[in-house]
């Protein structure tokens, strides 16, 4: 039905409509490639390979060795809905293929310039087609073996409105290798070839088992550090790896899930797996696990979200049951479990905190007695004066006043800190005040371009699958002006040679995890120095001093002063609260004394 022509509703044309479409199904290449790989991977393909330039923008070309097709079904597969994978209706409530809704092809094609090379086992001549902008140009017959090329160059070329939000190049290849180290994961039968620029990144055979493939992936340190899962619960099977609560990070990478080997994101499945862990996980730590659940596809809805990140469970708490009581099986039947659940009980960092050489010192000495209220503190030994608090020179602070008048009064439960600083009260996060004055610091030795390196004695090596390699490499030279130095050594491994003198001897690896999975995301055009803001504040957070750790005397007192001296800011790098305070009138008020 057509639109009268002075109607205000007008029906888009068909090249409109698809572009629409384009935007819901492809985001970025990586939306291609996962497309692209499904199709693959629905045909039954073993091998499987992916060639990449400039991260996608200028070419994604993905051939396989599966069914393929013949002539008629190429010519209709770039055509809105139309699909192999469902006959009728009642079809969508079962679905057990990676692609149904037909979208794909077209979405892509209308966006690119589009090439397709296709033969099927029942054909000896093949079928090529080409399109630009979703319209067909070309087709002819081919001479090959069985299976389907597919190269789409110069994504949203047509669309200068998509194109302009797209990320750097090794952005963008970092999330084609993360897609394509999905399906890996999942298809262990499956060889895997990527290749960017020409360069191979990896090779994946065929494994025999899913914990071959994560060797292949993650490596050997990966299958020390995690659990296996093996559970059958109320028409589902959960399998897997969790991470021991031991081994926990600040960081979320990896957290897979796979339901019917579809990657996918789910709020039921994320709560019962934190509820799992409950005191198991020590506080600030993140659980990590590849976990893959098997269920009756009736019993699941994967309708629900264009590119199909999301399913929606018939009974979703039969799964978050079943998925708790996975993990908390594995946390008990592991022989360390109880161990282990000590471990996670007790502070996190039992070591004195950053500057410890010089804590050290000063705790061989003899003590300063406890202040109290009605008597000043001793004197601190006079090697102490130089800094109990990090490990750097002795520089004058910036300061608008001189320093307040600091009073230590002591530390609550191995967490807030009890300070007098002029007349007022202060209770005070001894984490966060610490994080926001090494902030501060490594700031302001930004701006003077005296940032002092630490160089390790042992450096520390780092083994990171093919996505987190790339984000690093883009990194590399920012890491470098904050005297963070990482070199590669090795097809997979990098090795931390230096890091700032001022984080003292802050643990490394999650150090450079954390920085990887906060900038993967985040990415400015402005200043260096805007860009580094949260590389300092990470920083900062990760070597600052834990909530739950006894903190010495000396320790306390040095803390609460460096916090006066950065003239009393409220809130940390990454905006938690600081401190509370109770002025001396406050306190005459809620005390009835007189003024």
Known sequence: MHAPPHSKI??????????????????????????????SLDAHSTLITIEIEEGGRRLIRIT???????????????????????????DLHHIQTLGFRGEALPSIASISRFRLKTISSESSLGTETSTMGGVTWDLQDFA???????????????TPGR?????????????????????????????????HQGNKIFDYPTAKTTQDRLLQIYGPPFLERYLPIAHQSQGFQVTGFTVSPHFARNTRSPQELFVNRRAIKNSTVAHAIQEAYGSFLPKGRQPQYI????????????????????VRFSRPEIIHSGVRQAIKNVFFAAPSATNQQNNCTEPITKEPFKGSQLIQTVLSD???????????QKPLPTRASLSLFVQEPSTPYRLAKPPATVL???????????????????IIDQHTAHERVLFERLLRNWADREIPQQGLLIPETLELPPHQQTQLEEWVPTFAQVGLEIERFGQSTYVVRSVPALLGSVSIGPLVMELLEELTEWRSQDSLERTLRPIFATMACQSAVQAGRSMAP????????????????????????IAIRHSFEELQTLFARPT
């Open 64 to 90: 396989d060795n599966g069914e393929g097709m013949n002539r008629p079904d190429a010519q209709l597969s770039c055509q809105r809905f139309a699909t192999s994978k469902l006959r009728h209706e009642d």
């Open 408 to 426: 230590s009064l002591g530390q609550i439960h191995h967490t807030f800190l009890l300070g007098q600083i002029d007349k007022d009260l202060y």
């Open 554 to 577: 000396p320790e306390i007192q040095t803390l609460l002063q460096d916090w006066a001296n950065e003239q009393y800011p409220l809130t940390c790098p990454h905006g938690r609260r």
């Open 163 to 195: 194109l302009k939000f797209l990320k750097s190049v090794p952005t963008e290849f970092s999330k084609i290798c993360y897609v394509v180290q999905q399906a890996a994961l999942v298809h262990p039968a499956v060889h895997f070839r990527l290749f």
């Open 144 to 158: 090959g073996t069985r299976g389907t090329e597919i190269e789409v160059r110069d994504v949203f070329f047509n």
């Open 291 to 310: 976990l893959f659940l098997t269920l009756d596809p009736d019993s699941l809805d994967i309708n629900v979200h264009p590119t199909k990140r999301e």
């Open 10 to 39: 007008q029906v888009l044309p068909e090249e409109v409509s698809c572009r629409i479409a384009a935007g819901e199904v492809v985001e970025r290449p990586a939306s291609v490639v996962k497309e692209l790989l499904e199709n």
């Open 366 to 376: 003899e003590l300063p007695e406890p202040p109290t209220l009605d008597r000043p």
